[in-house]
């Protein structure tokens, strides 16, 4: 236990030393808070851009709180897991290519540690980020639109989030065994995309996908009560991810620094 | 300038306040930084002119130490 707190210590100082605990909050607020304030501001937008004829008249619907919340989840569906890759990829596979993995795994390290310390590294630093820039944009809908029960709020955070650890545990197992950054980030962000695709479109036949919990999280935030899916597709994602982490890990020991 | 009057700033301004930390700790990482991954005034230019972006770009491709 000791050793593994090290380990954790290691990464969270590591974090603070590349700045990582200042722009990935700030940018995971920028992108959140952005989508509520647009969808506000839309008509003076429209306004301002011009070159409507004279005269014309666009209604726009007003949207309600729920729809603007899940823009915000929408933005994390695309930017904020791209950004999830993109600080992930390296976070083993770099380490090999500049040698710090093999200065730190020569010592008496289980792989285990190693591979869990930078995986709980990781998740504090995008569940902290994640937590301030929903919450921000929770509080925007609030004051522009109208607040949405905080019991909503706290459940779709939850499940929403469970679909981002998904998709950083992902990263981490494609780590253990690419040599790349670049090969993991590619990889690790087409098998997202495909996933949600599938999933969307088959979404009769895969309602147990992890990519549908935003879906689900949707119909949460629209406040029509908790879809009886689910359920099961959060235990299936909790299963998914806790294979992948044990799966990284023994395909790490396996390949180790070759 | 009527479309500025009508735009609440208490409502705007932690998003301004947000790039301009952002930016800041940019350059400020980017002045102490032995070396980057490309000429470091293209950095520069990047996160000073390209909005919102420049920085976290700056942050994911620019300082990569693999």
């Keep these: 236990m000791k050793q593994w707190l090290t380990l954790y210590k290691k990464e969270l100082l590591e974090m603070v030393r590349n700045y990582k605990w200042i722009w990935v909050p700030l940018t995971f607020i920028l992108i959140a808070v952005k989508e509520p304030m647009t969808l506000y501001y839309m008509p003076q937008i429209i306004d301002s851009l011009g070159g409507l004829p004279e005269g014309a008249v666009i209604e726009l619907p007003v949207p309600s709180a729920g729809e603007a919340l899940a ?7 695309t930017l904020g897991v791209l950004i999830i890759v993109l600080i992930t990829m ?5 380490e090999r290519k500049s040698g710090v993995a093999g200065i730190i795994l020569v010592k008496p390290v289980s792989y285990a ?3 869990t310390a930078k995986w709980a590294g990781v998740m504090l630093l995008i569940w902290f980020s994640y937590f301030c820039g929903y919450f921000l944009s929770w509080y925007y809908v609030g004051i522009l639109f109208e607040f949405i029960s905080f019991t909503d709020f706290i459940q779709s955070f939850f499940v929403y989030g469970i679909w981002l650890t998904f998709v950083l545990t ?5 780590n253990s065994f690419l040599q790349s950054p670049g090969a993991v980030g590619f990889i690790t962000m087409g098998i997202t995309i495909l996933l949600s695709l599938v999933s969307s479109s088959l979404s009769h036949l895969l309602d147990w996908s992890p990519a549908l919990l935003s879906v689900y999280t949707n119909t949460l935030i ?4 908790f879809p009886e899916e689910l359920m099961p597709t959060i235990l299936i994602s909790l299963f998914m991810i806790i294979l992948s982490l044990f799966a990284s890990i023994a395909i790490f020991r396996k390949r180790e620094l070759a | 300038m009527e479309i500025l009057e009508g735009i609440n700033w208490a409502i705007l301004a932690p998003i301004v306040i947000i790039q301009l930390i952002l930016m800041v700790v940019a350059i400020f990482d980017l002045v102490r930084i032995e070396k980057t991954d490309g000429p470091k005034w ?8 390209i909005n919102l972006l420049g920085p ?11």
């Design chain 1, 170 to 174: 992902i990263t981490i197992f494609f």
């Design chain 2, 56 to 66: 976290i770009m700056y942050f994911i491709f620019g300082r990569r130490s693999y």
């Design chain 1, 90 to 94: 390296g976070v083993i596979a770099g």
């Design chain 1, 113 to 115: 540690r190693f591979v």
């Design chain 1, 222 to 225: 629209m406040g029509n009560g």
């Design chain 2, 42 to 49: 293209v950095w520069a230019l990047v996160i000073l002119f």
């Design chain 1, 71 to 77: 823009a915000s989840l929408s933005q994390y569906n």
